[in-house]
């Protein structure tokens, strides 16, 4: 590498840089602080971990976005998370193992070894939240709605929500008795939304009329609340599962919608995002003006079993890099006062009685300091006290 190269950075690695840094905790703080007032304690899992707990219960696609590296120590292989929500499973597992229902959240950076989408960074700051222990709706509800005001608080664009069930597609699929090469080829197509595709394919392995004419409905089943009513006209007959996931919909439909009244919602039943580990709901929330979700979630009742502790869990998480492309954050830097260089005790006095306000001060190091272009007022000696005086 020549040294006019070194300044360089990987391809999809950035530097954030005071202006965005700012902005970015300011959005995290903020998001934290939403956890707490419901009850979420926060905690800080390692960056980096045995691969053997790391790459446990989220399936492949974590597996491959994982970087790997040797302990020196131990000749173990370790893993720098590409994903947190294994870790606090591990946490809740072991390392305080509390009875009943626990709220846990976090925050903090993941790796990727690829971007996931062509112009995602491979490192973003994340922030999220866990629930154990809770089975019902009603934690689905909770989380939900935790997910919703959070993101209201950030004051985005409008909200999209974008709501599924993966026991539907995994219910159709038993019924239809595909093979794991099957079911892995059918999951690849509706991630697609090939309709051309999805027509052939089924025509080709599915026999019998009833089986077809369900997985050839699915992709279409996709609209508004509404449509949660058109899926149970159109399933009749089918397995009761199936009328459980549409009930739940319904329930969270229902109750998001009174307490939420500011997101638009999308109902997808043939959505498998995260079908390999998620096992009832999953969701994710859009801003008008960014194509990407910026948080997703869902219900993985089976995650802490690989921990030996098999309970109940839902959570969701926020990719904080996204939101603050999407927001105008005060910086809480936007009113710098600058104080000129004096050796007077009360120009001291002064400084640190605006900073215990609250409020940002740089201080001349020398007389003949230049004012920063960013510093709007500053401290003048006026009736024998300093004031803060606009520039």
């Known amino acids: 590498m020549n040294y006019e190269d070194r300044w360089l950075l990987p391809d999809g690695i950035e530097e954030i840089l005071p202006e965005s840094a700012d902005q970015i905790e300011s959005l995290r703080r903020q998001l934290l602080d939403a956890f707490r007032l419901w009850g979420y304690e926060l905690v800080i899992p390692p960056m980096i971990e045995y691969t053997d707990s790391l790459l446990i219960g989220l399936g492949q696609d974590i597996d491959l976005l994982t970087f790997r590296v040797t302990d020196q120590l131990s000749g173990r292989?370790?893993?720098?998370?590409?994903?947190?929500?294994?870790?606090?499973?591990?946490?809740?597992?072991?390392?305080?193992?509390?009875?009943?229902?626990?709220?846990?959240?976090?925050?903090?950076?993941?790796?990727?070894?690829?971007?996931?989408?062509?112009?995602?960074?491979?490192?973003?700051?994340?922030?999220?939240?866990?629930?154990?222990?809770?089975?019902?709706?009603?934690?689905?509800?909770?989380?939900?709605?935790?997910?919703?005001?959070?993101?209201?608080?950030?004051?985005?664009?409008?909200?999209?929500?974008?709501?599924?069930?993966?026991?539907?597609?995994?219910?159709?699929?038993?019924?239809?008795?595909?093979?794991?090469?099957?079911?892995?080829?059918?999951?690849?197509?509706?991630?697609?939304?090939?309709?051309?595709?999805?027509?052939?394919?089924?025509?080709?392995?599915?026999?019998?009329?009833?089986?077809?004419?369900?997985?050839?409905?699915?992709?279409?089943?996709?609209?508004?609340?509404?449509?949660?009513?058109?899926?149970?006209?159109?399933?009749?007959?089918?397995?009761?599962?199936?009328?459980?996931?549409?009930?739940?919909?319904?329930?969270?439909?229902?109750?998001?919608?009174?307490?939420?009244?500011?997101?638009?919602?999308?109902?997808?039943?043939?959505?498998?995002?995260?079908?390999?580990?998620?096992?009832?709901v999953v969701f994710a929330a859009f801003a008008s003006g960014f194509g990407e979700a910026i948080a997703r979630g869902g219900r993985y009742d089976s995650i802490g079993k690989v921990f030996g502790r098999a309970r109940a869990a839902i959570g969701f998480t926020v990719d904080i890099t996204s939101v603050s492309q999407l927001t105008l954050s005060q910086s809480g830097q936007e009113n710098l006062i600058w104080a000129p260089y004096s050796e007077d005790q009360n120009l001291w006095s002064a400084v640190r009685r605006l900073r215990d306000e609250g409020r940002s001060v740089i201080a001349a190091l020398d007389k003949d300091d230049d004012i920063p272009v960013k510093c709007k007022q500053q401290l003048v000696f006026v009736d024998g006290e300093y004031q803060v005086l606009p520039l």
């Open 77 to 280: 292989m370790m893993g720098i998370r590409a994903d947190i929500t294994p870790q606090i499973a591990r946490m809740d597992a072991h390392s305080f193992s509390q009875e009943g229902v626990s709220r846990l959240c976090y925050t903090g950076h993941v790796l990727h070894t690829k971007p996931k989408t062509p112009l995602a960074t491979r490192s973003p700051l994340q922030a999220g939240v866990e629930l154990f222990g809770g089975a019902g709706v009603e934690s689905d509800i909770e989380v939900i709605t935790l997910l919703l005001e959070s993101l209201q608080q950030l004051d985005l664009p409008k909200l999209h929500l974008d709501l599924g069930h993966v026991a539907i597609y995994r219910t159709l699929a038993e019924e239809a008795e595909f093979t794991k090469e099957q079911e892995q080829e059918f999951f690849q197509l509706l991630q697609r939304k090939s309709a051309t595709d999805i027509d052939r394919w089924v025509n080709e392995h599915v026999k019998k009329p009833q089986h077809k004419k369900w997985l050839l409905k699915l992709p279409e089943l996709a609209g508004g609340p509404e449509i949660i009513d058109t899926a149970r006209e159109f399933f009749k007959g089918a397995p009761a599962a199936i009328f459980d996931a549409l009930d739940q919909l319904s329930k969270i439909a229902q109750t998001i919608g009174q307490r939420c009244n500011f997101v638009n919602m999308y109902f997808d039943l043939g959505e498998v995002r995260g079908y390999h580990y998620h096992t009832g």
